[in-house]
């Protein structure tokens, strides 16, 4: 634009619009907008984060994450959640012999739920520790629940049979259970375990591969 040529024109009022005048505008409205955007965004998503976590997530078969029966909810009125004091997630699993297992179906039962993957190394040096401890403390009431994650029937059985586990085994074939559970971060990779009391409560967690003397510490609170 030349010197000489004339300022725009608001077509509406007829007052001239100097460019200072259009920066600010803009400025300020990107100033409102981005924010705003922002916001929703992350509301948008702690809205399905929590609505998925609350109402489930099955697949076409209907296994996956289930809501609790109502004779096994929490008293509190709290959602369920893995954390330490709240009453674990529900789900429902295809075992590897084309049965069906629910996690609320184990109440009254101490439970150690430990997810896992037969490719996992660090899942391989801690199944021996797991099954000694099965062995140990079946008879007192333990249940180990073993969840793969992802793998086919053949991988389950064959790395089951080579650890001589003997405790349930589901797998988790879309990994929505892990997911609910809070399984695949930077920090909660696998192996994973649940210390979950007979009232469904969650008593304590690890993550990571468990030696004797940190498996046993975490029974105690189960078992006591």
Same mark, same amino acid.
């Given at each position: ?23 600010? #505008? ?154 609910? #559970? ?43």
């Amino acid at each position: 634009m030349s010197g000489n040529e004339p300022l725009p024109i608001d077509e509406v009022s007829g007052i001239e619009e100097r460019p200072q005048n259009r920066r600010e #505008w803009r400025g300020a409205l990107r100033s409102l907008v981005l924010p705003l955007l922002i916001v929703a965004t992350i509301v948008g998503a702690l809205y399905y984060i929590e609505r998925d976590r609350g109402s489930g997530s099955v697949d076409s078969h209907g296994f996956g994450v289930v809501a609790l029966p109502t004779a096994a909810q929490d008293p509190s009125g709290r959602s369920p959640s893995t954390d330490v004091g709240r009453v674990a997630p529900d789900f429902l699993l295809q075992t590897p012999d084309g049965g069906q297992l629910r996690f609320s179906d184990l109440r009254g039962h101490p439970v150690l739920v430990s997810f896992w993957a037969s490719w996992c190394a660090p899942c391989r040096q801690e199944l021996p520790e797991i099954v000694k401890a099965y062995d140990a403390h079946e008879a007192g009431g333990l249940v180990v629940l073993a969840v793969d994650l992802q793998e086919n029937d053949d991988a389950v059985k064959s790395f089951a049979g080579e650890f001589g586990m003997t405790f349930p085994i589901a797998i988790d074939r879309t990994g929505s259970v892990a997911s609910s #559970w809070r399984i695949g971060g930077p920090i909660q990779g696998i192996p994973s375990s649940y210390f979950v009391d007979a009232h469904g409560v969650v008593q304590a967690r690890f993550f990571g591969p468990m030696t004797q003397d940190t498996l046993d510490e975490n029974l105690a609170k189960l078992l006591q």
